[in-house]
Structures are given as C-alpha cells and as structure tokens.
T-cell receptor, first 113, second 113 residues
C-alpha cells in the first residue's frame, strides 16, 4: 500500500531563508509524486510533479523538489522564502493512473518578517 | 477558463438531514475525484468516478454516502442522515486522463448542527 509521511506539521522560517519541507513515501512500485499548496479557504493547487523523468523537478513560485529513490524522499525546497509562501503544503503519491492520490497530512508553513 | 466549480461553498445541515454537494469538472475533464478534509488529517480519498461509472469507491463509508457522475450535469456527493462527524471540507478534483494532474475546486464546507 502507498503512503506518504510529512515530517513536521508546522514549519516556521524567516523571510528570505531557505524553505525545506520533508516528504517520505512508501510505494512498492515506481511512484508518481506531487506537491500541492493550499491557501486558506481554497482548494489545492499543483506546485510540481515527478513522473520518472528528471529527478530534480522545478515547479511554480520558485519551488523545486528532488526525487531520491535510495532515501524514498521527495523534499520540497525554495532558496528564499517570501511572505506569500505562507500556506499549507501537501505531498501526494500514486503509482498508476487508476489509483487515487494518497496525501500526507500536510505541513503548515509560516513566514516571519 | 473556468476551473473546477463546487457549490455550495458552505452548507449547514441539522442532524438527520440530507446534504448534496455538487461538482462541475473542468471543461473536457471526464475523471472526477472526491476527497474529505478534516482538521489536522489532510485529505482522505473517498471516490473516483468517470462519466456514469464508479471506478473506485474504496474510501466511501459503507452507509449514508453515495456519489454519481451522470452523462449530463455535475457530479453529486450525497450524504443521507448527516451526523456531526460528517462536518468537514469536501473537495472535488478533476483530471483530463489517467496520470494527469488533479485540478481541485475550492471545496464545500459542511457543518452539521
């Protein structure tokens, strides 16, 4: 069975500092991995996805994530945090088109001025 | 360029009443997914439908919950005889095809009093 673990339900960084949100997955077959962002009272917006092409994936708003098979990780990073990055971030995994996305519990990112 | 449309945005029901949540997928999308979000628990998959077919309902409670995606019109998630534990945000997502990214609506927030 697939699962996703997001380490840290709440991460706080200073404006301009590095953002690192951790995600580890469990999948018995090669996964498809996603990061989504949710702003208050809104739905989820796709940040980036990994589908077995390049292991370093670039997304919107300056975010990127690196797929590391040996560590079963897909951590999300951004070199310099902006106040507008404050939101909840969800990592998700699937392994085939007919299998629904399984989401982690989310990490709330706060950005301090 | 309408995205996934969900209505109503907020729904209040008394215990024992029925709740109907509607979802119109993005234009051209024939795959619809329903997720439920509870505080601190992330998104939990409920059901995956294509036009007139339920593909995967492994996340649906066995009683009181049903979903449909008719040939014409929106997808409907129906909850009969609601209880307080049904209070949550319900999100609909649609995709163009298998392995395509999900596009989420802004959700329906159900409150059972």
């Amino acid at each position: 069975a697939q699962s996703v673990t997001q380490l840290g339900s709440h991460v706080s960084v200073s404006e301009g500092a590095l953002v690192l949100l951790r995600c580890n997955y469990s999948s018995s077959v090669p996964p498809y991995l996603f990061w989504y962002v949710q702003y208050p009272n809104q739905g989820l917006q796709l940040l980036l996805k990994y589908t077995s092409a390049a292991t370093l994936v670039k997304g919107i708003n300056g975010f990127e994530a690196e797929f590391k098979k040996s560590e079963t990780s897909f951590h999300l990073t951004k070199p310099s945090a902006h106040m507008s990055d404050a939101a909840e971030y969800f990592c998700a995994v699937t392994y085939s088109g007919n299998t629904p996305l399984v989401f982690g519990k989310g990490t709330r990112l706060s950005v301090i001025a | 360029n309408a995205g996934v449309m969900q209505n109503p945005r907020h729904l209040v029901r008394r215990r024992g009443q029925e709740a109907r949540l509607r979802c119109s997928p993005m234009k051209g999308h024939s795959h619809v997914y329903w997720y439920r979000q509870l505080p601190e628990e992330g998104l939990k998959f409920m059901v995956y439908l294509q036009k007139e077919n339920i593909i995967d309902e492994s996340g649906m409670p066995k009683e009181r919950f049903s979903a449909e995606f008719p040939k014409e019109g929106p997808s409907i998630l129906r909850i009969q005889q609601v209880v307080r534990g049904d209070s949550a945000a319900y999100f609909c997502a649609s995709s163009l095809a298998d392995n395509s990214p999900l596009h989420f609506g802004n959700g329906t927030r159900l409150t059972v009093t």
